[in-house]
T-cell receptor
Framework: AQSVTQLGSHVSVSEGALVLLRCNYS??????LFWYVQYPNQGLQLLLK??????LVKGINGFEAEFKKSETSFHLTKPSAHMSDAAEYFC????????????FGAGTRLAVHP | DGGITQSPKYLFRKEGQNVTLSCEQN?????MYWYRQDPGQGLRLIYY???????QKGDIAEGYSVSREKKESFPLTVTSAQKNPTAFYLC????????????FGQGTRLTVV
């Protein structure tokens, strides 16, 4: 069975500091991995996705993530946090079950302070 | 503009009532999904549909029902059998059901009063 673990339900950084949101997955098949962002009372927006083409994936708003098979990780990073990055971030995995079943992590709420 | 529209944004239900949440997409996507979001639990799959006139139960289907009579529409009914319906409900669609990215609506917040 597939699963996703996001380490840290809350992360707080200063504006301009590095953002690192951690995601570990388990999958018995080559996974497809996604990061989504959610602003309060809104739906989810895709930040980036890994589909085996390249291990370093660049997304929108300056975010990127690196797929590390040996560590079963797909951590999300941004070199310099902006106040507008404050939101909840979800890591998700798919790849088995015969349909696009996205398995989501519990989410990490990012706070950015001046 | 192409996208997914959920309505209403906020919904209040009395105990014992059924309510239906609307989800419409104009992306020409085959697959559609309903997720439930509770604080600290991520998103859990309620139902999904890979094609018109077909749908399958997800991980937490009890107390919910769906229909897929048209490609663009996938309404969710929260029945009185759902013991704890207060949550944020998200509808999504994808081009097909094979690992393509999902696009989400803005959500419906359901509160039982």
């Amino acid at each position: 069975a597939q699963s996703v673990t996001q380490l840290g339900s809350h992360v707080s950084v200063s504006e301009g500091a590095l953002v690192l949101l951690r995601c570990n997955y388990s999958s018995s098949v080559p996974p497809y991995l996604f990061w989504y962002v959610q602003y309060p009372n809104q739906g989810l927006q895709l930040l980036l996705k890994y589909t085996s083409a390249a291990t370093l994936v660049k997304g929108i708003n300056g975010f990127e993530a690196e797929f590390k098979k040996s560590e079963t990780s797909f951590h999300l990073t941004k070199p310099s946090a902006h106040m507008s990055d404050a939101a909840e971030y979800f890591c998700a995995v798919s790849g088995s079950g015969g349909y696009n079943k996205l398995i989501f992590g519990a989410g990490t709420r990012l706070a950015v302070h001046p | 503009d192409g996208g997914i529209t959920q309505s209403p944004k906020y919904l209040f239900r009395k105990e014992g009532q059924n309510v239906t949440l609307s989800c419409e997409q104009n992306l020409n996507h085959d697959a559609m999904y309903w997720y439930r979001q509770d604080p600290g639990q991520g998103l859990r799959l309620i139902y999904y549909s890979q094609i018109v006139n077909d749908f399958q139960k997800g991980d937490i289907a009890e107390g919910y029902s769906v229909s897929r009579e048209k490609k663009e529409s996938f309404p969710l009914t929260v029945t009185s059998a759902q013991k704890n319906p207060t949550a944020f409900y998200l509808c999504a669609s994808s081009r097909d059901s094979l690992n393509t990215e999902a696009f989400f609506g803005q959500g419906t917040r359901l509160t039982v009063v």
